[in-house]
């Protein structure tokens, strides 16, 4: 079949690998119909190098239609339409019983210290062969997948899969109410979610922050007031003079180690991805930094008493923090890995509104067969020709 495939630093492929096949009696075979290309598949393309493999199939956000499955799922069979959760997580363990699908006990990665396997997601995670490809093996098929209606089109769903439940998790972390005002960090693919997610759950002020036209009039557009980095001196302090000096009750970090403003933060970042795999994954898991500006943003940011709630993705174990302005303020701190099935049922019934309430169907800007994909990597990262979201066609 053919796939995406790591292959270098900002090197991927579409190259031909092997059909998957079962090899658990829980496993599944889908046939992939949709696929993306998430912000988080852009931390392998251009950080997380010394975890990944020559020919390793990349991508966590696929759906499609089950061709097999194996003789202990009950739930599925062939030719069911199915979107596939990022996280693989089991359903039964002691953490999935109390819904922290993330923390799956039974596909912890434990001798990286991480937690549940992820598609596409490097050693770091399990180094399952990931969804940008024509076929997936599934494991754990007999609670993951979620079983879709036939009467809409790929993009209603394919979300699903991660960046809607992280977002609309990132909202709930957040803590807000319909009094209160939420500012969302970054206006990528999930900041775009976060803010739709927020008026759907009742907030009724959104604070959008970016330094991209598109993506500014984009969250505009979904009722959102915009601060654009460019033309302020001080985000934090712009924050506090739209919310009475305060600053606002939540903010939502939507971007992660990929933030601007850190020069030298970079260069670090930089520099342990193009070490020997030992002494990267070493420097990474000892010595690593993210550019944290977004972080320290919110931090600034928010009120006191308030809550700072991370989706965007950090890598980094020697990160400075600023504990003595986090612990004076007394800020709440929630983030992790999203724990998609936990929110499943909530957003499937959304999803599947005659109307389409979140705007699924229009968030992608591009859509490329599956061999447009290491361009579309290049743009995606660059933020080029108005791209939001990639959706790729295997």
């Given at each position: 079949?053919?796939?995406?495939?790591?292959?270098?630093?900002?090197?991927?492929?579409?190259?031909?690998?092997?059909?998957?096949?079962?090899?658990?009696?829980?496993?599944?075979?889908?046939?992939?119909?949709?696929?993306?290309?998430?912000?988080?598949?852009?931390?392998?393309?251009?950080?997380?190098?010394?975890?990944?493999?020559?020919?390793?199939?990349?991508?966590?956000?696929?759906?499609?239609?089950?061709?097999?499955?194996g003789?202990?799922?009950?739930?599925?069979?062939?030719?069911?339409?199915?979107?596939?959760?990022?996280?693989?997580?089991?359903?039964?363990c002691w953490m999935c019983d109390r819904?922290?699908?993330?923390?799956?006990e039974t596909t912890q990665i434990r001798e990286m210290g991480t937690g549940a396997a992820l598609f596409g997601f490097?050693?770091?995670?399990?180094?399952?062969?990931?969804?940008?490809?024509?076929?997936?093996?599934?494991?754990?098929?007999?609670?993951?997948?979620?079983?879709?209606p036939q009467d809409f089109e790929d993009e209603r769903f394919l979300y699903l899969s991660d960046i809607l439940p992280t977002a609309w998790q990132g909202v709930k972390y957040a803590n807000v109410g319909e009094e209160d005002t939420l500012a969302v960090l970054g206006l990528g693919p999930v900041g775009q979610l976060a803010v739709r997610s927020a008026a759907l759950q009742g907030v009724k002020r959104v604070?959008?922050?970016?330094?991209?036209?598109?993506?500014?009039?984009?969250?505009?557009?979904?009722?959102?007031?915009?601060?654009?980095?460019?033309?302020?001196?001080?985000?934090?302090?712009?924050?506090?003079?739209m919310t009475d000096g305060r600053g606002p009750d939540g903010v939502l970090d939507a971007v992660g180690m990929e933030a601007h403003g850190n020069p030298i933060a970079e260069k670090v970042v930089a520099g342990a991805a193009r070490l020997p795999k030992a002494l990267g994954r070493k420097a990474i898991e000892t010595a690593g930094i993210d550019r944290l500006d977004a972080l320290h943003t919110a931090i600034h940011s928010v009120?006191?008493?308030?809550?700072?709630?991370?989706?965007?993705?950090?890598?980094?174990?020697?990160?400075?923090?600023?504990?003595?302005?986090?612990?004076?303020?007394?800020?709440?701190?929630?983030?992790?890995?999203?724990?998609?099935?936990?929110?499943?049922?909530?957003?499937?019934?959304?999803?599947s509104r005659p109307e389409d309430v979140l705007g699924l169907e229009s968030l992608a800007t591009h859509h490329v067969s599956l061999d447009e994909a290491p361009e579309a990597y290049k743009m995606f990262q660059e933020k080029k020709d108005g791209c939001i979201k990639v959706v790729l066609k295997p």
């Open positions: 079949m053919r796939a995406l495939t790591w292959q270098g630093l900002g090197d991927v492929r579409v190259e031909n690998v092997p059909d998957p096949v079962l090899q658990d009696p829980t496993d599944a075979i889908v046939r992939v119909t949709s696929t993306a290309i998430c912000g988080s598949d852009l931390h392998l393309y251009g950080v997380l190098a010394p975890y990944l493999q020559k020919d390793y199939v990349l991508g966590h956000e696929f759906m499609g239609v089950v061709e097999e499955v003789s202990g799922v009950s739930s599925l069979r062939p030719g069911d339409r199915v979107v596939v959760p990022f996280v693989i997580a089991c359903g039964h819904g922290l699908f993330a923390a799956c490097s050693s770091l995670y399990g180094s399952v062969p990931g969804g940008q490809a024509e076929m997936v093996r599934v494991p754990h098929a007999d609670f993951g997948p979620v079983k879709l604070i959008a922050v970016d330094l991209v036209d598109e993506r500014l009039a984009l969250a505009k557009s979904w009722g959102a007031e915009t601060v654009d980095l460019r033309e302020v001196d001080d985000v934090s302090d712009t924050l506090k003079d009120r006191r008493a308030g809550t700072v709630s991370l989706s965007g993705v950090y890598g980094g174990m020697a990160d400075p923090m600023p504990m003595m302005e986090m612990f004076d303020k007394g800020i709440t701190m929630r983030m992790g890995q999203c724990h998609v099935r936990h929110w499943t049922d909530e957003l499937l019934e959304i999803a």
